[in-house]
């Protein structure tokens, strides 16, 4: 059973930081591409960055500089560091597991999401 369980969220000021955490579980962490997914209310869901399997970043332009990807591949944890935070960057957070080998999509898990509210 793949399970992806975020942690992390909540509200902070303009200016502040959080860091998010997903914990996979059920999957071979190693092969997958890991990535964060946010959305706003009566928005569409989209990427924020990507981490694959061999460490290759990837990342939405409204979050480059501010944003950092990464994985501990030892505990299946990939984590989303979110400094000098804007309340334009308040959604709902997901977590994405995805397994694309030649173009062709293999499996793609989702997490349950977590909130981050930036707001003075």
């Known amino acids: 059973q793949v399970q992806l369980v975020e942690s992390g969220g909540g509200s902070v000021q303009p200016g502040g930081s959080l860091r998010l955490s997903c914990a996979a579980s059920?999957?071979?962490?190693?092969?997958?591409?890991m990535g964060w997914y946010r959305q706003a209310p009566g928005e569409q869901r989209e990427l924020v960055a990507t981490?694959?399997?061999?460490?290759?970043?990837n990342y939405a332009d409204s979050v480059k500089g501010r944003f950092t990807i990464s994985s501990d591949n030892a505990n299946n944890t990939v984590y989303l560091q979110m400094n000098s935070l804007k309340p334009e960057d308040t959604a709902v957070y997901y977590c994405?597991?995805?397994?694309?080998?030649?173009?062709?999509?293999?499996?793609?898990?989702w997490g349950q999401g977590t909130q981050v509210t930036v707001s003075s």
């Open positions: 994405n597991a995805d397994l694309t080998i030649a173009t062709m999509n293999v499996d793609n898990y």
């Open positions: 981490i694959t399997g061999s460490l290759r970043t």
């Open positions: 059920g999957i071979m962490f190693s092969l997958y591409t």
